[in-house]
């Protein structure tokens, strides 16, 4: 580094002769760390140290994390709880109902129950990769990073744009070690098993049968029989869709580096998924705040 850079510009042309020893002897010293850690190195020998460990970047391991959180949310949310209920009725002969495919889809689901995971050892699966306690927080750093972009109007950022690379960093490490076997390995069954729960609870007719007026009042009935406010189920799925789709930003972005184009559609549309799952966390979390409320003074007027 050039001396004069470290000499106040008001010294430069009559400087003390402690000044300029002072700026030279910080330029020489800038020498000094390298000398010390080749002499040390030398007189210690050659020294192997394990390669840091980095997360699993493949396109089949990244490509599982969005799916497996769709299916984590659907879950939360009691969609896979409430096609075993649904199909257990149906095979019991309490739901007589004419379906579409004459309750085919109802049969095999109930006929491969024992095929699947069961809900606690999903519950146990899908934890490992997504345990509230941490990854829940790096995901809503890496929601507000978004957002933050919003209201560049179409310009770069670069302090944002760093902290947004850093959040998606810290999530994509955290993700990265805990979907490698058995999360990687179910992945497939899991998606299969939430695609054939949301079939199997989508006919109208079977939600008339129920006397509820969409598909989200029927996941629901069992929460309202429970004495569980309304809504849940539907503001879980929505934040699980918008919380996959960022996701999917994240696998299909690592391998650039997290870069963004302030002016394109993808990082607008992002930027709204984002904002949706902050959105839908805040609305989950004051229900749950008041329903805990509600049952306290219940417990108190009964005591």
């Known amino acids: 580094m050039d001396s004069a850079i470290l000499v106040p510009a008001d010294l430069q ?3 003390c002769e402690e000044a300029v020893a002072l700026a030279l002897g910080l330029q020489e010293a800038q020498e000094w760390t ?7 190195l030398a007189s210690l020998g050659d020294i192997d140290l394990p390669e840091p460990a980095v997360p699993p970047l493949g396109a089949q391991v990244l490509g599982a994390l969005p799916t497996l959180y769709w299916v984590y949310g659907l879950d939360q949310a009691g969609v896979l709880k409430a096609a075993d209920t649904v199909a257990g009725l149906w095979a019991s002969g309490a739901i007589q109902v004419a379906l579409p495919d004459h309750g085919q889809a109802l049969q095999q689901f ?28 790096a995901l809503r750093r890496l929601c507000v990073a978004l957002v933050a972009m919003a209201d560049n109007a179409g310009q770069h950022d670069l ?17 990265g070690r805990r979907l490698e076997g058995a999360p990687l390995a179910g992945a497939a069954d899991l998606l299969a098993h939430a695609r054939a729960a949301v079939a199997v609870l989508s006919p109208r007719v079977l939600q008339t049968a129920f006397a509820v007026p969409d598909f989200y009042a029927l996941v629901e009935l069992s929460e309202r029989a429970s004495g ?28 650039s580096g997290f870069a963004v184009d302030p002016q394109g559609a993808v990082l607008q549309a992002l930027i709204g998924d984002a904002q949706r799952w902050l959105m839908y966390g805040e609305a989950l979390a004051s229900a749950a705040a008041a329903g805990d409320a509600h049952e306290h003074r219940r417990v108190a007027a009964a005591a």
């Open 159 to 175: 302090r944002e744009e760093v902290g947004l690379q850093q959040a998606a960093a810290d999530l994509l490490e955290l993700c």
């Open 34 to 40: 390298p000398q010390i850690l080749t002499m040390a």
């Open 228 to 255: 569980a406010t309304g809504g849940r189920a539907r503001r879980l799925a929505t934040r699980a869709q918008a919380g996959a789709a960022v996701l999917r930003w994240l696998a299909l972005s690592a391998a």
């Open 110 to 137: 109930w006929r491969t129950r024992r095929q699947r995971l069961a809900a606690g050892e999903r519950a146990q699966l899908l934890g490992l990769v997504f345990d509230a306690r941490d990854f829940e927080p």
């Open 13 to 15: 042309q009559d400087a």
